[in-house]
């Protein structure tokens, strides 16, 4: 999956205290990440908004310790 406003691949990234994590500028990016991951894959996660500088919002999906970092990945890379 490809972030439409910073351009790059969205990748997950290992926090030690929640486990994988990613973020995502807040678009209609996070409307499709939603639809995959919660509608399709039925996979939980909790979000945080937080603000960059030039006031681009960014959210970070945690999906806690027991979710797999590579399969979370291998589902982002499906995404065209």
Do not use: H, N
């Not at 996660?45 to 500088?53: G, L, M, N, V």
């Amino acid at each position: 999956m490809i972030d439409s406003v910073a351009g790059g691949r969205v990748e997950i990234v290992i926090s030690e205290i929640y486990g994988p994590f990613l973020r995502i500028c807040d678009c209609a990016d996070v409307a499709r990440l939603e639809g995959l991951i919660s509608r399709r894959y039925y996979i939980p996660f909790w979000t945080e908004k937080k603000t960059r500088a030039g006031d681009v919002d960014i959210v970070e999906y945690y999906f806690g310790r027991a979710a797999d970092p590579r399969k979370l990945q291998e589902i982002l890379d499906s995404v065209d």
